[in-house]
């Protein structure tokens, strides 16, 4: 494997190990807002609202009924945007109202700003540190120098292990003939 092919792997290795911690670092925030949001009891206070939304929304569409049916000549096209039955029907929506709440809160908690800047500081040292075994290994003469040194870092290095195969064919060869001077009685070996 060349140095280059090694250097590649290793931007490989640490872009992996980044997305590793992100991930951590995005499951560790989920479940901190899931905890803000079971003690300020946001989904009991989103679902009456929504109830509430929705009770409007069918005051709304009872009321124009009512009006349609007794003054035949008056109907109501509440299709376009911009008109109350609509915009109740877009608040009442769960995901809607979720997004405009929750999506729109700002948290400025020590808490989370420290579980962030955690994990902001683990992806620096780890983008750190393999800048600096590559920078390592770009500086190494020999690249048969380059396993063993990442070998003793702690890389398991088996996939930059490449066991070249002979592909050559190869005749049968009778050593005893090859040092004839040197052998004994003992029978001739073929070796391939």
Known sequence: MTKTQIKKWLAEQRDTMIRKIEAERQSAVNEYKARLKTETH?????????SQLLTALNTVDAW??????????????????GSARRELNDLADYDHLDYGLWGRMSDES?????LRRGYGTQITNVRRNYDAVIANVSGMKKTKD?????????????PLVVEEA???????????????????????????
């Open 166 to 192: 002979c592909t050559a064919i190869m005749a049968p060869v009778d050593v005893s003939y090859l040092f004839p001077l040197e052998t004994t009685n003992e029978p001739a070996k073929e070796k391939q």
């Open 42 to 50: 946001y989904e009991e206070m989103l679902r009456l609202l929504q």
């Open 64 to 81: 124009a009924a009512a009006v349609e049916e007794s003054h035949p000549a008056l109907s109501f096209n509440f299709a376009y945007y």
């Open 146 to 158: 380059i396993l063993p040194y990442l070998e003793g870092l702690g890389f398991n290095i088996a």
């Open 110 to 114: 020590d808490e989370l700003k420290n």
